[in-house]
């Protein structure tokens, strides 16, 4: 087990002259990294035709096109219940990249490359705006992703900002991917919001594949939630960061271990909100149809059997899922290292 990265709050930074702060610019140094590495190579063998050019292949959005909601792999599930919730007129697409899940295992340019290839695709679907369901993908990409798509973008991050406000203790505990703490993204999160609060930053290895294999409450998953809330609860901690969009289906699991020791920060009810605010902006919002709910079209990259059996276990939902194929420059070619 990886102990508890203990991330007091550092004084920020001094702003620069430009007025971008060290950390910012390292952020925008990185985006520029990832875009030149993007754009430099010629288009791989295999990729479809319009994908690169998906800015130009579809028409205007209305408010009768679908959201489009990415996760690498099943997490998203938990943004997509609050959407659904918040916004039931909103037809959906749910685009799960499970045959390369978890991303918290793959280098920064492989998650970009896989972010924008699907944002892609998804545009090519006529989706008006692409919600980011997953921690690592926004750490590491949106700002280059955002960039590259003609749609609004909406990415998710840790709640440090409302664990800070919460906590009365002033120590708070921080679940996420190993990509995700290391992040500049992350690191700026720390900076603008921790305040006097003090951050126990736990990389969850392990926990994205047990939700992955529909695992949520198993004896092992158990012990190894244990072994990394444990050490928080012995540091003082009263609030918990669930940082990555998968966790909020361990939540039984996690509140059976520390019973109510630790508030628990969920930020999918406070994404899907900002999803509607983006609709209103753009006059992009739904109208009720005359049937009741919208439909939602769920699409998985893997065979989507653990797709649909989340859906229907932890949603109350029969998804049809349908398998489809989105190549980009990095699985080609790993596609063809392991021909």
């Known amino acids: 087990m990886t102990a508890p990265q203990d991330a007091s709050p550092r004084m920020p930074a001094d702003p620069a002259a430009d007025?971008?702060?060290?950390?910012?610019r390292a952020l925008a140094d990185s985006n520029a990294d990832a875009q030149r590495r993007l754009s430099s190579e010629p288009s791989s063998e295999g990729l479809p035709a319009g994908l690169s050019s998906a800015r130009h292949s579809v028409g205007?959005?209305?408010?009768?096109?679908?959201v489009g909601i990415f996760d690498s792999g099943l997490g998203g599930l938990s943004v997509l219940r609050a959407v659904r919730a918040q916004l039931p007129d909103e037809s959906l697409i749910y685009a799960?990249?499970?045959?390369?899940?978890p991303y918290g295992e793959r280098d920064e340019d492989f998650i970009a490359d896989r972010t924008l290839a699907i944002g892609e695709w998804l545009v090519t679907q006529g989706v008006k705006v692409l919600v980011v369901a997953c921690?690592?993908?926004?750490?590491?990409?949106?700002?280059?992703v955002r960039e590259r798509l003609p749609i609004p973008l909406i990415g998710v991050e840790p709640g440090v900002k409302p664990a800070a406000l919460q906590s009365k203790t002033r120590v708070a505990g921080v679940l996420a991917t190993q990509v995700t703490l290391r992040s500049i993204r992350f690191?700026?999160?720390l900076e603008r919001h921790a305040a006097d609060c003090r951050f126990l930053c736990q990389p969850g290895h392990g926990?994205?594949?047990?939700?992955?294999?529909?695992?949520?409450?198993?004896?092992?998953?158990?012990a190894l939630l244990n072994s990394y809330l444990q050490p928080m609860l012995d540091a003082g901690a009263d609030t918990l960061v669930l940082g990555c969009t998968h966790y909020p289906f361990l939540d039984a699991a996690i509140r059976d271990l520390v019973g109510d020791r630790l508030t628990l920060?969920?930020?999918?009810?406070?994404?899907?909100?900002?999803?509607?605010?983006?609709?209103?902006?753009?006059?992009?919002?739904?109208?009720?149809?005359?049937?009741?709910?919208?439909?939602?079209?769920?699409c998985s990259t893997s065979d989507g059997a653990h797709l649909q059996q989340l859906a229907a276990t932890l949603l109350q939902i029969d998804a049809q899922v349908e398998r489809v194929s989105i190549p980009s420059r990095r699985t080609v070619a790993l596609n063809a290292q392991l021909a």
């Open 19 to 24: 007025g971008a702060t060290p950390g910012s």
């Open 265 to 298: 920060i969920d930020t999918s009810v406070a994404i899907a909100r900002q999803l509607e605010r983006v609709l209103d902006q753009h006059g992009l919002r739904a109208t009720p149809g005359p049937d009741g709910a919208a439909p939602t079209r769920f």
């Open 207 to 222: 926990l994205v594949q047990a939700v992955e294999r529909c695992d949520i409450g198993s004896a092992e998953l158990r």
């Open 96 to 101: 799960a990249d499970s045959r390369y899940a």
């Open 60 to 66: 205007r959005p209305s408010g009768r096109s679908p």
């Open 135 to 144: 921690n690592t993908a926004t750490a590491q990409s949106i700002a280059l």
């Open 187 to 189: 690191q700026d999160l």
